[in-house]
């Protein structure tokens, strides 16, 4: 199965900054990468798909890159409402679409 | 777009089986793959398996097979998760997903989770 390994695992910032969150897979993915915000006590949401592809509804300062292997979320002037639990998720592979450990992104 | 509702709180001993239901609202069921995923407290995401009502197929990871089972139902257009064999490890909230067949292989929409709690 292909594993995917995301950092940092949490971190600290401030309204108004830039972050970024890397993903990494144990194999080739082809650009099948998928990222997901989670709020405490809620489901998970869709923010991008396919690499890079923003979900109907998402403010653009989420963005996402990358190819083969490593991939990026970047988060452009925090929000309030963007401090969150993301994971990333590879959905390349049958049968399982295998979540990152997820990233923690805290108040400073 | 579809809505998702799960059945409610479990509490279940060690050894037994727990069966969860997901009913799907607002699309058409068989366009859809359905997912189970599963956070145990203060944990990740686990994947749990997938079902593609069309084709009838559903697949697990090695580490579920042999104990998680999903089903769907057409007529009620519900998707099932059966997990047997439970152990204190199981104790979770396990969501249900859905994502468009024909779309981008990603998890647009999402349950609102049913905790299975498993304690002697």
């Known amino acids: 199965d292909i594993q995917m390994t995301q950092s940092p695992s949490s971190l600290s910032a401030s309204v108004g900054d830039r972050v970024t969150i890397t993903c990494r897979a144990s194999?080739?993915?082809?650009?099948?990468l998928n990222w997901y915000q989670q709020k405490p006590g809620q489901a998970p949401e869709l923010l991008i798909y396919g690499g890079y592809t923003l979900q109907s509804g998402v403010p653009s300062r989420f963005s996402g890159t990358g190819s083969g292997t490593d991939y990026t979320l970047t988060i452009s002037n925090l929000q309030p409402e963007d401090f969150a639990t993301y994971y990333c998720?590879?959905?390349?592979?049958?049968?399982?679409?295998?979540f990152g450990q997820g990233t923690k992104v805290e108040i400073k | 777009q579809v809505q998702l509702v799960q059945s409610g709180t479990e509490v279940k001993k060690p050894g037994s089986s727990v069966k969860v239901s997901c009913r799907a609202s607002g699309g058409t069921f068989t366009t859809y793959i359905f997912a189970w995923v599963r956070q145990a407290p203060g944990q990740g995401l686990e994947w749990i398996g997938r079902i593609i009502p069309m084709f009838e197929i559903s697949d697990s990871p090695q580490n579920f097979k042999g104990r998680a089972t999903i089903t769907a139902d057409k007529s009620t257009t519900t998707v099932f998760m059966e997990l047997s064999n439970l152990n204190s490890d199981d104790t979770a909230v396990y969501y249900c997903?859905?994502?468009?067949?024909?779309?981008?292989?990603?998890?647009?929409?999402w349950g609102q989770g049913s905790l299975v709690t498993v304690s002697s």
């Open positions: 998720q590879q959905s390349y592979t049958s049968p399982t679409w295998t």
């Open positions: 997903a859905a994502g468009y067949y024909y779309g981008s292989s990603s998890l647009s929409y």
């Open positions: 194999d080739y993915i082809s650009g099948s």
